[in-house]
């Protein structure tokens, strides 16, 4: 590690913020800021603002020539390939070799993953999973994302996309319509989003008082059932702990799959804390295989909201290798050297 | 790899027999025995037959002294401590160093894993996963067991006793009574007894004739459900159909865990070949989530069933480490001498 340079850059690029960071090895995010993503109908005029702010930021900050890897999260992006495979919401062409541009802008090596395993990478880098080797970091947002950590490594599977834990099904029979196209994932039930549709349900199917028939019923966010929980509507407790329970016999049946030394919750259903907590916990173990009761670990995150996109982008910074162009000539095949 | 010994030891360890054989780095079973595993209520005379039974293999051929290390496949057995941690019908005080007894008695490195576990390191080094770095191996025998493989190496867990993929919940709600304890595990539906159960509510539930309903019920096993889907029985056929379904169904979730290149079939039902291949993969892309379809291979095992426990066992003898033993004296720690 001797003169290795003292900094990297994280990039997690959302469908409306860019924001970046410049990080130190202990995870202290030395300055950060931000571009709007959606600003350039051009990805190489977004790459230009983006390169002149980071620029910026760098020489306001005396880190000019001392960063040594830049790190992205960015949507469907493929720590194999270095593309993002697919873009919602964002008009770019893809498949787009976003690393290569990067890299090639910045003159500096650059690796890219998807935002959940940016997080897995951030939170065993800096957070709560600093030590362990085997983890599995579940973000709970607009969808339900997930990094797994098996022997020290992240999981990224033959193809680059393994870890879509969201996607395991739940429900067999009626499941909820999700995202992917399919019905019955776990996303559909336990995303924040999921989390509103189960409002609705029983707001729907019952005829109980609770304080979320108040709002306009496909206006409910996940934020007024917590509010309305925490004021200790019944009905909204009820919505936490049938959360909790689906979330429960997932990580079941996850940790048969890796056994895992813990699960680690962020996102902003995390927020929520006990509420969840306490009935994903208790259903956890109510559904855990008998040889694995008691083992694992259900935590929550321990990055700072506000910084974690970044920390867990630029963790990934470290592990960046330098570009080898593409079309460049190949040296001669050298004689082996045995070491 | 200069002057390593040329052969490896493999012993399965089975609730009947211990079979056991001299292996050498292509997968070539250069000789193999075996012996009556319940013979000696007694551990140490056990291993000292065992003991026996290989030394004599080992001067048959002419290979004392050019074994390079022992792998043993066990029900239970934890890779990361060496021990059997349960024994169901061998009556041996658990849990059981075997690995260090083993190592003891034979001056020879010794490791040690469960029996699906084997298979998976056997199929990765001799078999149908050669040059994969991403598959899962799935054993179809009394139970369901599992075998996971990433980022080439295998999956263990925090534990040791990760890849326990039969206990899967695939019926959450009135499934089968497993094993473990719980209901509704994939093994309580797909393992070779599972197949007898689906037959037998087939037969109790309906009323169409079937070859099957001239064996007494009780008795009917999946190789008789085989011959009668061979003869062209509808209702055996809809067996194989139900349980490729379940199975491509789990195979489906498996691959946003993991994202396998292959998913590669072991033990007695695999001898169905199609019968059962065609369902489960029609079910497996019918369940998958859009971004992995036709991405993963289902093939059959390529090791022969004879060979295969101890082939998959022996392979884990080039990696088993010399003993250090835990109560001797530790020399002083010397300067470190940079490589």
Known sequence: MMNMKPYVVGIDIGGTNT???IVDARGVVIASSSIKTLKHANVNDYIDELYTAITNLLVAHDAVDKVYGIGIGAPN?????????KLVNIPWPTPLPL???VSE???LPVAITNDANAAAIGEMTYGAARGMKNFIMI???TGVGSGI??????VYGSDGFAGELGHVIMKRNNGRLCGCGRTGCLEAYCSATGVARTAREFLEIRTDASILRNIPIDQITSKDIYDAAMAGDPLAKEIFEYTGEILGEAFADFTVFSSPEA???FGGLAKSGELLLKPLRESMERHMMPMFKGKVK???SELKEADAAVLGASALGWEAKPLVPAVAPQPAPQPAVKA
């Open 19 to 21: 924001v970046f960071g």
């Open 77 to 85: 992006a493929n720590y194999y390939t270095g593309m993002i495979e």
């Open 99 to 101: 690393a290569q541009m």
């Open 105 to 107: 802008k910045f003159g």
């Open 139 to 141: 973000t709970l947002g």
């Open 149 to 154: 950590v098996i022997n020290g490594q992240l």
């Open 263 to 265: 699960i680690i919750i």
């Open 298 to 300: 259900v935590i929550l």
